[in-house]
């Protein structure tokens, strides 16, 4: 069964940094691209990052480009977002989500972990 | 960047109802479209890809459709567990999302 798992978040303060992570388990996680997708509280769904299956490729949107970094672990099956310079905007949901093989839809998603940036 | 514009934003539907939603694309996607179910505090599931292609698990009674910019979902005979907002999803290109529809019942 596929599993995927976030944790980290919490409270920070605006332009303070914070470090996401996603456990995976139950698929060869070395073979899947995987991606970061947020949700503001009541608000709709939000691409963040994308990166490849060897870590050579990362894909942002502009809105986090510069401030958000993807990275991942392929030995450990973790996938991982720094998030630095944030703002008040970055307050969502984030979930782990996991490409499917040769498209770039999302077949599983993780629960998601919340971050709230405030001072 | 490719624009989703997804309506309505909200729906009010009866038990055994038909609903459809909408999204347009801001360009040409090539019928590189999903569809998502999100209940609330919950993760959205995946139903729909490649415009009308229903993921393992999806009731037949959700369908979709289109080309080209215009792409509709539909959901036939409105159950109780359908109640839900859903998103559409492009992925032609760098993905992005339409800005959801929340159905209620009436």
């Known amino acids: 069964e596929v599993q995927l798992v976030e944790s980290g978040g919490g409270l920070v303060q605006p332009g303070r940094s914070l470090k996401l992570s996603c456990a995976a388990s139950?698929?060869?996680?070395?073979?899947?691209?995987m991606a970061w997708v947020r949700q503001a509280p009541k608000k709709g769904l939000e691409w963040v990052a994308t990166?490849?299956?060897?870590?050579?490729?990362?894909y942002y949107p502009d809105s986090v480009k510069g401030r958000f970094t993807i990275s991942r672990d392929n030995a450990k099956s973790s996938l991982y977002l720094q998030m630095n310079s944030l703002k008040s905007e970055d307050t969502a949901t984030y979930y782990c989500?996991?490409?499917?093989?040769?498209?770039?839809?999302?077949?599983?998603w993780g629960p998601g972990t919340m971050v709230t940036v405030s001072s | 960047d490719i624009q989703m514009t997804q309506s309505p934003p909200s729906l009010s539907a009866s038990l055994g109802d038909k609903v459809t939603i909408t999204c347009q694309a801001s360009?040409?996607?090539?019928?590189?479209i999903a569809w998502y179910q999100q209940k609330p505090g919950k993760a959205p599931r995946l139903l729909i890809r490649y415009t009308s292609t229903l993921e393992s698990g999806t009731p037949s009674r959700f369908s979709g459709s289109g080309s080209g910019r215009d792409y509709s979902f539909s959901i036939s005979n409105v159950e109780s567990e359908d109640i839900a907002s859903y998103y559409c999803l492009q992925y032609d290109n760098l993905p992005t999302f339409g800005a959801g529809t929340k159905l209620e019942l009436k």
């Open positions: 990166i490849s299956t060897s870590g050579s490729r990362t």
């Open positions: 989500a996991r490409h499917r093989t040769t498209d770039w839809y999302f077949d599983f």
């Open positions: 360009q040409n996607i090539n019928k590189y």
């Open positions: 139950g698929f060869t996680f070395s073979n899947y691209y």
